[in-house]
């Protein structure tokens, strides 16, 4: 069964909105978790590193006001697009490695967000 | 980041056949090749994975190769079927769980 779980499986918000992904691992805790962002028959992207307890690492290139990452607790972290524009639709994944299986990387269903 | 090299961009095989899928890394820090399958609107699935202290792992019909020495690995899929239809990624994790992926592998098999 799946071990990454994300909310919502897909969104659609009005330009201007902000919308929140979360991401949660199930039945174990993860200290660190990895946002990714994939375009249409695209490879994906790393976006950030989720450090719980602490702020965020963005990729270079990602804006970091933009998209607001949280990482609250060791089983959940949260992905805010603010102000979101047309050009913020895309696939959202997130990742977390799996202590308890090697450190094997475990990805979520991923979100589809498109803004209008 | 540090590229992954993935080929071919696309393959088709036929019912049966043997689909192979190459990658090439430079960073020899990686420590961890998984190879992820996706199909469409669906997050990657963990499908098979290598360290470099092993030249071969063999999973049911899936069989990674590594060569440490010429920094490749591949993903051989046996007895392919229009099932195992889907993107297939490969990927090298840098130690901090942080993976760097490859540009993907469209597979495509025929009845």
């Known amino acids: 069964g799946a071990v990454v779980s994300q909310h919502p499986s897909w969104v659609i918000c009005k330009s201007g909105t902000s919308v929140k992904i979360e991401c949660r691992s199930l039945d174990f805790q993860a200290t660190t978790m990895f946002w990714y962002r994939q375009f249409p028959k695209q490879s994906l992207m790393l976006m950030a590193t989720?450090?719980?307890?602490?702020?965020?690492?963005?990729e270079q290139g990602v804006e970091k006001d933009k998209f607001l990452i949280n990482h609250a607790s060791l089983t959940l972290s949260t992905l805010t697009v603010t102000s979101a524009h047309p050009e913020d639709s895309s696939f959202y994944i997130c990742s977390a490695s799996f202590p308890g299986r090697g450190n094997t990387i475990y990805f979520g269903e991923g979100s589809w967000l498109t803004v209008v | 980041q540090q590229q992954v090299k993935q080929s071919p961009q696309s393959l088709i095989v036929q019912k049966g056949g043997i689909s192979i899928i190459n990658c090439a890394y430079e960073?020899?820090?990686?420590?961890?090749f998984p190879w992820y399958q996706q199909f469409p609107g669906k997050g990657p699935a963990l499908l098979i994975a290598i360290r470099p202290d092993v030249s071969e792992k063999k999973e049911g019909r899936f069989t990674i190769s590594f060569n440490k020495s010429a920094k490749q690995f591949s993903l051989h899929i046996m007895d392919s079927q229009p099932g195992d239809s889907a993107t297939y990624f490969c990927?090298?994790?840098?130690?901090?769980?942080?993976?760097?992926f490859g540009t993907g592998t469209r597979l495509q098999v025929f009845p």
């Open positions: 960073n020899t820090a990686f420590d961890y």
């Open positions: 989720s450090n719980e307890g602490s702020k965020a690492t963005y």
């Open positions: 990927a090298a994790r840098e130690g901090t769980d942080k993976l760097i």
